[in-house]
């Protein structure tokens, strides 16, 4: 009611919130990282491009390091693809199917560790939906933000979607025996990173032959 | 196209905090978007204008202040353009981003009885 006169007109008043709007999804993802650091996992929140070699370089990291405990999560909106490929190449592995989803959220990861908790992992990797815009929003949990793109996207995904390279903790250019053939120069790319991000490690792989694998898993794992 | 998922955050928030103050409607929310937020104002706009519908928020619309990206050396405290390499010219150390990520619902108006 009215504070002057009483008169039962509404009245209108202000909060000040300041509340940080995905504030749920913070949450969600610090409880499952409570669930990681309790089992001693270290876990990666894997994100990329379409097509870049999120999955083969999960393949060509079982093949450098097989006595390496991995287990994979994978974000996908219609197909259990990874997932297979991964238990194929003796990788346990579960699928999160998004629908029509762009990106995991924390709750759909906190959903899937109920059914799963993959308590044996040392490495628990969470491939994301294939993206470079929408992940960068939506903390996971992981201890980790692994970024993944391919040298035939061009050698200005970097420039073109700066958000999710500001935050990664490691950067990885796979394909790089096929910059040539495209015409990219991973130095610009390189380049264009350490304008978004001054820290992370920069690394060049080829999934196929298992190049820069050794080096991404002591970036990932000496941090 | 994740600004839905953050219009349906601001929905869930602003209808708690009316909830909260048992509110007849919320006449007005004041967002804080950072310029690097990953988050584009007309899309989510848009977003809103289909969440808020038959809600206690239906016709309001979102005040939108956004915060320009500042980015400055962590060791010397040095500013750093936006698009340069981030590396202090002054000391060499790193940069890092000091303000440009917000996503902040700062203020709600609401309608009392």
């Excluded at chain 1, 093949?63 to 194929?88: F, I, Q, V, Y």
């Excluded at chain 1, 200005?156 to 790089?176: E, G, M, S, W, Y």
């Excluded at chain 2, 590396?87 to 981003?97: E, I, K, L, N, P």
């Amino acid at each position: 009611m009215c504070d002057v006169c009483g008169c039962g007109d509404p009245a209108i008043v202000s909060e000040d919130l300041h509340h940080r709007i995905l504030a749920d999804n913070d949450r969600v993802a610090a409880h499952n990282r409570d669930h990681f650091a309790r089992r001693g996992m270290l876990a990666l929140n894997l994100m990329g491009s379409p097509g870049a070699g999120k999955t083969a370089l999960l393949e060509a990291t079982r093949r450098a390091a097989p006595d390496l405990r991995l287990a994979a999560l994978s974000g996908d909106l219609a197909t259990e693809n990874d997932a297979k490929r991964l238990e194929a190449a003796d990788v346990p592995a579960r699928t999160i199917t998004t629908g029509t989803a762009c990106h995991l959220d924390a709750a759909m990861v906190h959903h899937a560790l109920h059914d799963w908790p993959a308590a044996s992992a040392d490495v628990f990797v969470i491939e994301n939906v294939g993206n470079l815009v929408c992940p960068a929003d939506f903390p996971l949990g992981a201890e980790r933000r692994v970024v993944v793109i391919s040298t035939t996207e061009g050698d200005d995904t970097v420039r073109k979607h700066p958000l999710i390279f500001r935050d990664a903790d490691v950067c990885v250019v796979n394909k790089v025996d096929l910059a040539g053939p495209v015409g990219v120069d991973v130095d610009v790319i390189e380049r264009d990173f350490r304008t978004m991000n001054g820290h992370a490690p920069f690394i060049r792989t080829n999934a196929k032959t298992g190049e820069g694998v050794d080096a991404l898993m002591d970036a990932l794992l000496d941090q | 196209v994740h600004e839905y998922s953050i219009a349906s955050s601001i929905l869930d928030t602003a209808l708690a905090h009316a909830r909260r103050r048992d509110a007849r409607r919320v006449v007005g929310l004041e967002l804080r978007i950072g310029e690097l937020s990953g988050v584009e104002v007309p899309l989510l706009e848009k977003a809103w204008s289909l969440v808020r519908e038959r809600s206690a928020c239906e016709g309001v619309d979102l005040t939108v202040r956004t915060v320009a990206a500042v980015f400055r050396c962590r060791d010397c405290g040095l500013a750093v353009d936006r698009g340069a390499v981030l590396t202090c010219q002054r000391c060499g150390g790193r940069a890092r981003m000091e303000a440009g990520d917000e996503l902040v619902l700062d203020r709600i108006e609401m309608e009392v009885a």
